[in-house]
């Protein structure tokens, strides 16, 4: 043989080497790199199963909670709205009218307090609370804000006038959600009014 071939056939061979020991490395680096991804991803699969049951463990709490305070605040409300409508009916004493109009506005107040919380009661056990949409007239929510709100605004010195404009046309929504929003306003009015 030829020392040029020779030559040509250690060169060969050496790269072979050379080439083997570099895809040997990179395949040992390769496999650590992959054995260190997995234990990376075996820790954060822990820790985000950890942090899933610390929220549903609040989810939970926060659902008996609610479950609670609204079974806890029914029992004495369901007892107020048992004695107002005796006393509305005049089972206890014979009503002035302006008593009835207090006890009526008290009524009306409770039953819808009532709703309130019966609501939020089945938003802890359902934990999705979906307004019901029927058809309503508007009128009869801003009567009803009239009939707590007026007294109240009385009482501060304040006047509180209701008038409507155009015909009063059914609304098809939520009677409840919009009434929460027409009080929460109202009260927030009465409450940041200067005197």
């Known amino acids: ?8 056939i250690e060169r060969e061979r050496q790269a072979r080497q050379q080439a083997e020991t570099i895809a ?11 054995c260190q991804l997995e ?11 950890q942090a899933l049951e610390v929220a549903q463990s609040a989810d939970r709490a926060k659902s ?6 609204s ?3 029914r029992t004495p409300l369901t007892a107020i709205l048992g004695f107002t ?7 206890v004493e014979p009503l002035g009218p302006r008593q009835r109009t207090y006890l009526e506005q008290m009524q009306t107040q409770g039953k819808r307090l009532h709703l309130l919380l019966e609501n939020l009661l089945e938003f802890a056990e359902s934990e999705e609370l979906a307004p019901s949409y029927a058809p309503f007239l508007p009128s009869q929510l801003l009567l009803g804000a009239r009939e707590v709100f007026a007294n109240l605004a009385a009482q501060r010195g304040l006047a509180f006038e209701l008038t409507q404009q155009g015909e009063d046309k059914p609304f098809n929504g939520s009677a409840e959600t919009l009434e929460l929003v027409l009080h929460g306003l109202l009260s927030n009015a009465l409450r940041l009014t200067p005197l």
């Open 1 to 8: 043989m030829s020392q040029a071939l020779v030559r040509s």
């Open 24 to 34: 040997e490395s990179r395949t040992r680096e390769l496999y650590r790199l992959n």
């Open 39 to 49: 234990q990376m991803v075996e820790e954060k699969t822990v820790h985000l199963r």
């Open 64 to 69: 008996n909670f609610i479950a609670r305070i």
């Open 71 to 73: 079974h806890e605040l």
């Open 85 to 91: 409508e005796l006393m509305l009916a005049g089972v």
